[in-house]
């Protein structure tokens, strides 16, 4: 920012600041804080010193939100603990909140945590908490996080990973005289926390800016053997030991064989009788059961074993040659010296691991392809805006799959769109007995040390890269009876096309319905009147019958009866 710049490297803070008030009052239209932040992020500093010195005087003396932004931004940069008292005042300003918790968060994150938190959370479930934390009660601290409501509506991803540096669970698990009924409770809710914040259903992984994951997961899963053994206890171990296995966490700064270890305490746990007896047959919630109780039952006795056994972390250890590790960067050193008979001998071939991960139904039964590279989930790390596509997008219609002719496929899209966004996209090519993975498009994913904004050239054995796909595109144990009539269906239409081009129609999507993950939804598009596309949504009920039937049902139908006719 050119305006900007200059005053940087005033001796005269004061006067710099004034300048700086003239200046912005000058725009039309009004900077956003958005804009502040993101252009003094990226800002070359010459003398830090005396930025750092125009960031306290625009904090603490400017009288314009403009003006006090840009203060906040540099201190995101350049504060001190002397500044922390001067930034949680000014965060109580709802139109400062947002720029003062950014410059908290990389110097206090506890503090940014309570001050996002006392102006997120007007209603009465977490004011209790606020409040207790705000005046350092940890005894009335431990009794409102017992109590907290485990209401999505009400901690939403960002509100659990602030909650969590708020309280330190990982310090309050640690204390050694507790009821026992408390300390349940407490796990408990840190596992929930957890979950809530590894969920997908938003525009990041807020675990991967957690300062207290890492500690969280640990103390969790150390208090895993005081859980009763619960349906819904048993969705938050196993819910922890997906994300460990191959979602965002598997990413955090873990250290040699510590998740591992987590990993295999889960596992151990899991194992015992009173907790296999949960997800015993005779155990399926009955009859006047809700949907959701039913469903998750059902997701973990077909889960158990998944984050188990192998699979991931036998291809090695995270991080050493991961894509974005030491090797990668030696790669790109190497490019950048132009040092191209090098790089031909010391060209690494990658290993791909394909996990198909259904999430816990209390959060809307998410379905994404994880792919992991070299042990790393690749859409975490380089992309950040949502997760990575269904099976149906990817598996069943064959897109990983290489040929010599090149391929652009998108991997993901952020949940608000591409248009919004943006999406991850590769290109896919057979090159003799290789893979190749190239020509990225991405933009730039969220600010985040865990993430990577460079993505190089990814090349894999292409015999090992073949049988992985074609394990992926067979393995069906995850799926549910109204997901594989829906994957059944569109099998049997790739098949016959004709099925709906003689309705002048075709396929857009085939799954489940958001809402109700039992009735299997079919998304038909055409062409209207006017041109313009159309789409007709086709639900198909749960029945009871087999998913092949019904699948078989359906596809006669459509040879003979016009879907716009249907019912929805």
């Not at 049997?492 to 958001?514: K, V, Y």
Request: glycine letters at 8%.
């Amino acid at each position: 920012m050119d305006l900007l710049k200059p005053l940087l490297v005033d001796p005269d803070a004061v006067r710099a600041a004034a300048e700086v008030e003239l200046r912005f009052a000058a725009l039309k239209p009004a900077v956003r804080d958005r804009q502040i932040l993101s252009t003094v992020r990226d800002v070359v500093l010459e003398d830090e010193e005396r930025a750092r010195a125009l960031g306290r005087c625009l904090a603490r003396t400017g009288s314009s939100p403009a003006a006090v932004c840009v203060g906040l931004a540099l201190l995101g940069r350049l504060g001190e603990p002397e500044d922390v008292p001067y930034l949680k005042a000014l965060g109580g300003f709802r139109d400062l909140m947002s720029p003062a918790v950014y410059a908290l968060d990389a110097i206090d994150r506890q503090a940014a945590a309570v001050v996002w938190l006392g102006l997120r959370s007007e209603g009465p479930e977490l004011r209790g908490l606020v409040s207790a934390v705000e005046a350092g009660d940890m005894e009335t601290v431990r009794l409102e996080l017992a109590a907290l409501p485990r209401d999505p509506g009400i901690v939403g991803p960002e509100a659990a990973r602030r909650i969590m540096e708020a309280v330190l669970p990982a310090d309050i698990l640690g204390v050694g005289e507790m009821p026992p009924s408390q300390r349940t409770e407490l796990a408990a809710c840190t596992g929930w926390l957890l979950f809530r914040a590894t969920s997908l259903r938003d525009d990041r992984a807020e675990i991967l800016y957690c300062s207290e994951a890492v500690r969280a997961y640990e103390a969790f899963v150390s208090c895993a053997g005081v859980l009763e053994p619960t349906l819904d206890h048993y969705g938050l171990l196993l819910s922890a030991a997906f994300d460990l296995h191959s979602g965002p966490s598997r990413l955090r700064a873990w250290g040699p064989g510590r998740r591992e270890a987590l990993l295999a305490e889960l596992e151990s746990v899991l194992r015992r009788p009173e907790w296999s007896a949960v997800t015993a047959p005779d155990a399926e919630p009955g009859e006047g059961a809700d949907g959701v109780a039913r469903r998750r039952f059902q997701w973990v006795r077909r889960n158990a074993r998944r984050p188990f056994g192998g699979g991931v972390d036998a291809v090695g250890p995270v991080g050493p040659v991961g894509p974005m590790g030491p090797v990668g960067r030696v790669l790109r050193d190497l490019r950048d010296l132009r040092d191209l008979p090098v790089l031909r001998i010391l060209r690494v071939l990658r290993v791909l691991r394909v996990e198909i991960v259904v999430r816990d139904p209390v959060d809307s039964d998410t379905v994404e392809v994880r792919m992991l590279i070299d042990g790393r989930p690749l859409v975490p790390e380089v992309f950040g805006r949502g997760p990575a596509h269904s099976p149906e997008w990817l598996l069943d219609s064959g897109r990983l799959r290489a040929t010599e002719e090149p391929r652009e496929v998108q991997l993901a899209e952020a949940y608000c769109t591409e248009g919004c966004c943006g999406a991850l996209h590769v290109t896919i090519r057979r090159d003799g007995d290789e893979v190749v993975w190239s020509d990225w498009r991405c933009p730039s994913p969220p600010p985040s040390p865990l993430h990577v904004r460079e993505i190089p050239e990814l090349r894999f054995d292409a015999a090992a890269y073949d049988a992985e796909i074609s394990r992926a595109e067979n393995d069906h144990a995850w799926t549910w009876p109204a997901r594989k009539a829906a994957r059944l269906i569109a099998a049997g239409l790739r098949d016959r096309p004709e099925l709906l081009s003689r309705w002048g129609m075709e396929l857009s999507w085939a799954g489940t319905d958001f809402r109700d993950p039992d009735r299997t939804a079919l998304c038909l598009r055409y062409e209207g009147a006017d041109g313009s596309p159309k789409y007709r949504m086709w639900h198909i009920p749960e029945d009871g019958t087999p998913p092949e039937d019904r699948a078989a049902d359906a596809l006669r139908r459509l040879a003979t009866v016009d879907p716009r006719t249907y019912g929805a």
